[in-house]
């Protein structure tokens, strides 16, 4: 769930169980992938243990859960940046003159570049609630990535932006925006970035402490590796790649924590549910970052003792994972994320 929303249908692929060795057995280029990225390499647990955006320490991806109606937001005017990508973006346009799926006044325009920039908007929480990757910083030059992720509750649309700024007058730029109904299994269209360079959703694939306090986190995570190791390539589910290099691994390779990894008992309960989700859901290649960092929330509910656990994970305890069962099912479309039928 993303807050009241659930986060895409119960078939789809990032929902979907992966831990059964005989259909979805390890990919036939799983050692040398491992090989090239080290097998000693230790994961890292890319996310903070503070909520305050201000804090020098605050580390992670937010996540903005709008109510029922959108009250927290003016949906302010969006532009995008020299060199950005508006041709594989999706805006907020007034109901009146835009596409599908229209709620609390707007809807879902794909590709920003076709409509009329002064119509262009995005639900952009206001200052006094906004969360933003990076917290406070809003400097291109050394803050980053600065996703800013939104769910509408009462629409469950999925709002997510990637280099995301406000500029002197007060509006705001990014270089991509996607948006997502979170109650379809449908793709955006094949090609396209979003604010991840494998044209995934990054909110619905986030470590959060609220599930991992719970004991379960039901769906898939996120994982970055450096240009190095990654192909200029991508397989379903990404729509999107990016980089220069001549590595192997694709953008939407899945990863998963070998079934014969033992959690140890003394782990505790987020750090049990982090690695039960690796074995059962594994993790998806989603950008270019640095080896094995798994993305969540800054929260004060994580447990410093789950930070050391996660991270004590080598990419040996780790293999990349066959898909095929899927996409050579009759009943596959590899422009839907449905996985189970």
């Not at 090989?35 to 201000?54: C, F, K, N, Q, Y």
């Not at 590709?111 to 206001?126: I, K, V």
């Not at 299994?185 to 909110?203: H, V």
Request: aromatic residues 10%; contains cysteine.
């Amino acid at each position: 769930m993303l807050g009241s929303c659930t986060a895409f249908p119960a078939s789809a692929v990032f929902n979907t169980r992966i831990d059964d060795p005989t259909r979805f057995p390890p990919h036939g280029s799983s050692a040398a992938w491992i090989t090239a990225i080290g097998s000693t390499r230790a994961l890292h647990a890319d996310w903070g243990t503070t909520e305050d955006p201000s804090a020098a320490d605050y580390y992670g991806i937010p996540l903005n859960l709008l109510a029922a109606g959108s009250p927290e937001t003016d949906w302010p005017g969006l532009a995008f940046i020299t060199g950005g990508a508006p041709d594989e973006s999706d805006c907020a346009i007034a109901s009146a003159g835009a596409g599908a799926g229209a709620a609390n006044g707007y809807a879902i325009a794909r590709n920003c570049q076709a409509h009329d920039p002064a119509a262009l908007r995005f639900p952009m929480p206001r200052d006094a609630v906004l969360k933003a990757e990076g917290g406070t910083c809003n400097d291109p030059a050394t803050c980053g990535d600065r996703h800013v992720l939104v769910v509408e509750q009462g629409a469950c649309r999925l709002w997510e932006s990637y280099f995301t700024y406000r500029s002197a007058g007060g509006s705001w730029t990014a270089y991509a925006t996607a948006a997502w109904d979170l109650g379809s299994n449908a793709m955006r269209p094949d090609t396209w970035t979003s604010g991840d360079a494998a044209g995934l959703p990054i909110a619905p694939l986030l470590v959060r402490a609220s599930e991992a306090s719970s004991g379960e986190i039901p769906h898939a995570l996120r994982v970055t590796f450096r240009d190095a190791v990654l192909a200029n390539t991508y397989v379903w589910p990404a729509r999107h790649r990016a980089g220069n290099s001549s590595g192997g691994i694709p953008f939407g390779a899945l990863l998963r924590l070998k079934g014969s990894f033992v959690i140890p008992p003394n782990w505790t309960t987020q750090a049990k549910a982090i690695a039960t989700a690796m074995q059962r859901h594994g993790l998806y290649v989603a950008d270019i970052g640095s080896d094995l960092y798994v993305q969540g929330d800054p929260s004060v509910a994580w447990s410093g003792s789950t930070i050391s656990q996660v991270q004590s994970l080598r990419m040996g305890d780790f293999e990349f994972v066959d898909l095929g069962a899927v996409m050579r099912d009759a009943r596959f479309d590899s422009s839907s994320y449905a996985a189970s039928w």
